[in-house]
């Protein structure tokens, strides 16, 4: 693993992206039960802890590699008033997640940098299994799905 500086600057955003859909999970989680969404309530609050781990997991190795402590600030991303909003803007942030993780995963594959490898690739499939997750509720209350 490498401390180079692009996979640093890689990881540095991995947190901040992923402290700022823990906020938006927990925010939506909010709102959810605010509409009476019940069990929906429990997956996006689950969203949030498992946005918290990957943070987790990012900051764990930056200190690994001698880059010390993040320094980010998660950006605030929307939440949305419906079912249909609470959909899209989590589509939108899983969506975000896969783009960046892919990004840094060819990185790394093209400096040989397999242990950072390894945790963006691990990382990018969990946002895909989220993605997937959220595509399958939009499609099972119906609600079209628009591509960003």
Do not use: W
């Not at 693993?1 to 999970?25: C, D, K, N, T």
């Not at 589509?91 to 060819?106: N, P, V």
């Amino acid at each position: 693993m490498s401390g180079h500086p692009h996979i640093i600057a890689y990881l540095q955003r991995a947190v901040g992206h992923e402290f700022s859909a823990a906020q938006q999970f927990t925010l939506q989680a909010v709102q959810a039960e605010h509409l009476g969404l019940g069990l929906f309530v429990d997956e996006l609050r689950a969203g949030a802890v498992d946005e918290l781990r990957h943070a987790e997991a990012f900051g764990r190795r930056l200190h690994e590699i001698g880059a010390g402590s993040p320094s980010v600030q998660a950006a605030a991303r929307p939440v949305g008033r419906t079912l249909a909003e609470l959909l899209r803007f989590g589509l939108a942030t899983e969506a975000d997640a896969m783009r960046l993780y892919a990004e840094a995963l060819r990185f790394c594959e093209r400096v040989r940098d397999a242990g950072n490898a390894e945790l963006f690739a691990r990382i990018h499939r969990d946002e895909v299994q989220h993605y997937q997750e959220l595509e399958r509720r939009l499609r099972e209350h119906g609600v079209e799905m628009k591509h960003h």
